[in-house]
């Protein structure tokens, strides 16, 4: 068998892009480490770059089909290194508002006694900003902020035995939806999402429908209905605060990250 072909994204399952195929979200992510490189996903010979931005993916951004769908919208086919990490103090919760793209997604939540596994992206300046724009982080109206995540307070460590000194996250605007208590509840993953929130929100229904394939058909490129269906999520009373507010301001106030700071020894 040849080897690049055995790498490719589709014979490895990691082709799809939920932005295509919504009910997909967050998309397949890889069983470890490696470098996204066009279509292929090859070993890597090592886990962090100092001349490049960490960020932490939390749902589709994980996906190698969905970072090569962001990429090649911006013709940008540069590598990008994508590191399997254990992750200690933040979950996936569920973003309170509709996604242009068909789906409700995944945003990052505190959650100080939850480890995960969980990838960071080592993203160059291009790459970084491609990310940015699809995050809405740019622009006033956008759904996410991207904030630094310190360390101690999120603890990321990697295979080779160091632990990142943080890593960026996209904190949504909008809120989280809470799990009926208050606190923040986590993604299931898209269909078992949707399905939970038509069959208890009526006028969810009227909106998008009583299925979650009529759901994602609606509100694929329809933003005056997402945005109906985001004022619905805060009338409902459904959102809450991520928990991670804070370290927006204080990346709005900070410029001293955005590299690859050099990570420190598991203890």
């Not at 480490?33 to 951004?61: E, H, K, Q």
């Not at 990142?164 to 009926?180: K, M, T």
């Not at 208890?200 to 329809?222: K, M, T």
């Not at 928990?243 to 990570?263: F, I, K, M, N, W």
Request: aromatic share 6%; charged share 25%.
């Amino acid at each position: 068998m040849d080897h690049d072909a055995d790498r490719t994204l589709r014979a490895l399952g990691l082709a799809e892009a939920p932005r295509e195929h919504p009910l997909l979200y967050p998309g397949a992510w890889p069983a470890g480490s490696g470098l996204l490189d066009g279509d292929r996903f090859l070993p890597l010979d090592r886990t962090w770059y100092a001349d490049r931005t960490p960020v932490l993916a939390i749902g589709s951004n994980a996906c190698p089909g969905q970072l090569r769908h962001k990429m090649l919208e911006f013709g940008i086919m540069s590598p990008i290194p994508m590191v399997r990490a254990r992750v200690t103090g933040v979950d996936a919760g569920v973003s309170a508002h509709v996604s242009r793209m068909g789906y409700v997604s995944a945003s990052p939540v505190s959650a100080p006694d939850t480890v995960r596994e969980l990838f960071v992206l080592w993203l160059d300046d291009e790459q970084l900003a491609v990310i940015d724009a699809s995050e809405g982080a740019p622009v006033p109206g956008g759904n996410f902020d991207r904030a630094w995540l310190p360390a101690p307070d999120v603890r990321i460590g990697l295979a080779d035995g160091t632990r990142l000194p943080g890593a960026y996250a996209y904190v949504n605007r909008h809120g989280v939806l809470h799990d009926g208590t208050g606190k923040p509840r986590t993604h299931p993953g898209q269909r078992e999402i949707l399905t939970e929130l038509l069959i208890g929100l009526p006028r969810l229904r009227e909106l998008f429908g009583v299925v979650p394939e009529e759901f994602c058909e609606r509100a694929r490129a329809d933003r005056r209905l997402c945005e109906r269906g985001t004022r619905l999520f805060i009338e409902e009373k459904l959102v809450t605060a991520s928990g991670l507010e804070r370290y927006v301001a204080a990346s709005a106030h900070d410029g001293s990250h955005g590299t690859g700071a050099s990570p420190q020894p598991l203890t």
